[in-house]
């Protein structure tokens, strides 16, 4: 039987939405890696199955496009929160995700905001490959940009502040430093410029997509990153390659994060 999905994106970080609540699904490395292939397949950054859970309104599992499974994905959790709400006629959401049950709401009408919960901070929840104090990482492969701050939201992620975007090399070096032994599960990789401290330009080299018009993950990473470096308040503008999340780290801890929402188009899996 064919399976339809939804082709979604948040600021242009796009995504293949599989609703497996009434009928199971579990697509395997090789089937992900083809479906999310841009010359073979319909093509994404993340291949996302919402199914059924006894904890939440719904369940959400999101893959890479090498077929690997990610932990957590901010623009795919607004992306689904969104759908199930018009489902629903609700206005609120609750989804249970790998790292944690995430509650989402509506902000307009394509615009939805979503609490990504406590960042972690310790370097054995990056994970790194041993002791180092997470606010300044040194790391080989890009030793001339001084040290990242790395932490968790679900999934690994690396943050330098840079004095400009335009001389970096996102590609060129977040390839490089995804690969590196320092990071065992691989990281994703953001480039940060400081506009302000309510204004952050961001490029984020995603593990095992690369460059993506957008990270939701990457951006909450970059906001707490640039509060514990002294160089960001506590909320602001996280403006990407396709466009702007807010971002706030509140005093419970929680990291919010709001933006907009897009419908591509409906179809059936092949
Ligand atoms: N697009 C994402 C992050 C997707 C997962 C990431 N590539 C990883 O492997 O951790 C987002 O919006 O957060």
Do not use: Y
């Amino acid at each position: 039987m064919e399976r339809p999905f939804l082709k979604m994106n948040g600021l242009g970080n796009d995504f293949i939405v599989v609703d497996a609540r009434r009928r199971a699904f579990a697509p395997d490395p090789e089937t992900i890696r083809r479906l999310a292939s841009r010359s073979e397949g319909i093509g994404c950054d993340q291949f996302v199955v919402i199914g059924a859970s006894e904890t939440a309104d719904a369940s959400i599992r999101f893959w890479n496009p090498d077929g690997g499974e990610a932990g957590a994905c901010g623009n795919a959790s607004r992306c689904v929160a969104w759908r199930l709400m018009e489902d629903a006629g609700t206005d609120e959401v609750r989804l249970e995700t790998a790292g944690g049950v995430l509650a989402a709401w509506r902000q307009g009408p394509m615009r939805v905001a979503v609490d990504m919960g406590r960042p972690r901070l310790s370097w054995r929840a990056v994970p790194l490959s041993g002791p180092h104090d997470t606010l300044a990482v040194p790391v080989p492969e890009a030793a001339p940009l001084g040290p990242a701050t790395c932490l968790s939201m679900g999934n690994p992620h690396a943050v330098f502040f840079v004095p400009s975007l335009s001389d970096i090399d996102v590609a060129g070096l977040g390839a490089r430093i995804e690969a590196s032994p320092l990071f065992p599960e691989r990281v994703n990789v953001g480039f940060a410029e400081v506009r302000s401290r309510t204004h952050l330009r961001l490029r984020v080299w995603e593990r095992a997509a690369g460059l993506t018009r957008a990270c939701g993950s990457g951006a909450c990473a970059a906001l707490v990153a640039g509060v514990r470096r002294g160089l960001a308040g506590p909320a602001g503008r996280l403006e990407l390659d396709g466009g702007d999340l807010e971002i706030a780290w509140g005093i419970d801890g929680r990291v919010l994060m709001t933006g907009d929402v897009e419908i591509e188009f409906e179809g059936r899996l092949p």
